[in-house]
């Protein structure tokens, strides 16, 4: 049992190995679609960028105004009142002329966060003495504690006044705001959402807003969308400071985002908009059930067969049985989909797969099955056994213990083929599991749902080993003595 647990514990880095393996292999496909560029590194990011680089950087174009001074512009526009603790004190640094450029590229700034007149952001020299002047007088609210308060009024009550200064914090209040949003349990957390997410969407000009009379369900997919923006474009609006720089390094990343979007959004967000976890939960049930019924169906058919088969060897039960497994061994499951073909009868389909995934499944038991016994009943005690008169059946039937481990060894490699079978079987039948889901994943390079589809198989597939592994234990003492022995050496 210790050693099994042991294994069992194991999973969890193994699983980590694989997830990266997993995401550079479909980032790469990704990549490798044209227009499907990604700058940001996969694992490791050495120089994260942070609301403080992006806004100097800008700043410094539109200063000089050089052949980027335009998107840095936009760019200055785009991250707004976060950017202003770093550009404004910085104004003096510049010349006249790149000082008048920075604060007249700050105007549309201004009039989203509806501060100061048109006059006053409007020309050169008023509108660097307005921005000197605005950040003199209120900068002491460009801080942590303020906005916190200012954000959690708001998600109390609406109010004018309210509304006004988390507006007029733009941008800078984007962390809190989202921060805010989950979660969504009843009515009153929809009031809430509603509030928050109508003053994000006016800062950042996208859609986002809670519709009227939304229901909880609906506000919770809103709080996703936010959320899902949010690992994007976090660090265009945070800076990365000490100790946070170097998780960064980590987080900014696309592995790091994936990540902390599986760990947020319940795996992540699939490609049509829902959490990956709520599809798997709706899906996997049948797939399942087709696993199981061929791993445990196919393993007693065949395992049945394999006996009669080499208890009566070289007779006509075991050319008989050869006669079926062989060609169902060799035959992929498709043609035998093809053969079948139970119409649009639903009750008929399910049962239709399932006869499928078990013959799948007991072909190559069977054989497995058949030669383990023929090992066994050569053995001096066999021979003993029916030199006393055993019949042949109760030999097959003493040696079950022993040359059952074979086949039941099988239960771990064999999982892989079973999973494509019935990923086949339920494209031909029109069955509402994992792989229609997964099939439209792979042409819309749906990321967090191959990820997640990934992990589950993989998870499954080690736990189905070491179950097999255990049941060889029971069977063979052989085995188990080896376990112990090496437990011990570990020891």
């Not at 042991?6 to 393996?21: A, D, H, K, N």
């Not at 003199?136 to 954000?151: M, N, S």
């Not at 198989?457 to 112990?484: E, K």
Request: charged residues 20%; hydrophobic residues 50%.
């Amino acid at each position: 049992m210790r050693h099994a647990l042991r294994r069992i514990l194991w999973i969890v880095p193994t699983l980590f190995v694989i997830s990266l393996g997993l995401f550079w292999l479909l980032s790469a496909a990704l990549l490798a679609e044209p227009g499907a560029g990604n700058a940001t590194p996969r694992f490791l990011n050495m120089r994260p960028s942070s609301v403080r680089d992006l806004a100097l950087g800008a700043m410094r174009s539109v200063a000089a105004d050089d052949d980027n001074a335009t998107l840095a512009r936009q760019e200055l526009v785009r991250l707004g009142g976060a950017a202003l603790p770093h550009v404004l004190p910085a104004l003096d640094s510049l010349d006249p002329r790149g000082r008048s450029r920075v604060a007249l590229a700050l105007a549309p700034v201004g009039k989203r966060m509806n501060v100061g007149s048109a006059e006053e952001r409007g020309s050169p020299e008023a509108a660097v003495l307005f921005w000197t002047r605005f950040w003199q007088d209120r900068a002491i609210e460009f801080r942590p504690a303020v906005v916190k308060r200012a954000v959690a009024r708001l998600a109390e009550k609406s109010t004018t006044g309210r509304r006004e200064d988390v507006q007029q914090l733009d941008t800078f209040a984007l962390p809190e705001l989202l921060g805010s949003m989950p979660p969504v349990d009843g009515p009153e957390d929809v009031k809430r959402v509603t509030r928050l997410a109508a003053a994000a969407a006016r800062i950042t000009d996208r859609p986002g807003r809670v519709p009227k009379d939304a229901s909880v369900e609906e506000t919770r997919a809103i709080v996703r969308s936010w959320q899902s923006w949010w690992l994007e474009h976090r660090s265009s609006y945070v800076t990365h400071d000490g100790a946070e720089r170097v998780l960064a390094m980590v987080s900014e990343t696309q592995y790091g985002r994936w990540a902390q979007g599986a760990a947020v959004n319940r795996l992540g967000v699939s490609s049509g908009g829902e959490p990956v976890l709520d599809l798997l939960a709706a899906k996997a049930p049948l797939t399942g059930w087709l696993l199981l019924v061929g791993l445990t169906g196919g393993w007693l058919v065949g395992i049945v067969t394999g006996l009669v088969g080499a208890a009566r060897a070289h007779r006509p039960p075991d050319f008989l049985t050869s006669a079926v497994a062989v060609p169902i061994a060799a035959l992929p499951v498709t043609l035998g989909a093809v053969w079948v073909a139970p119409g649009d009868a639903p009750r008929a389909a399910h049962v239709a797969a399932a006869l499928l995934m078990i013959l799948a499944s007991a072909g190559l038991v069977s054989r497995y099955q058949r030669s383990a016994t023929r090992v066994t009943l050569d053995q001096e005690y066999t021979r003993t056994a029916r030199a006393f008169g055993a019949s042949p059946w109760r030999l097959a039937r003493w040696s079950f213990r022993a040359s059952s481990a074979a086949a039941l060894s099988l239960a771990g490699s064999h999982l892989p083929q079973l999973v494509t079978a019935a990923f086949v079987l339920e494209h031909a039948f029109g069955l509402n599991g994992v792989a229609a889901t997964t099939l439209h994943a792979v042409a819309a390079r749906d990321v967090p749902w191959l990820m997640a589809v990934s992990l589950c198989l993989a998870a499954t597939l080690s736990l189905t080993q070491i179950w097999s592994d255990a049941l060889m234990g029971v069977l063979d003492p052989r085995v188990r003595l080896g376990f112990l022995r090496k437990r011990g050496a570990a020891e």
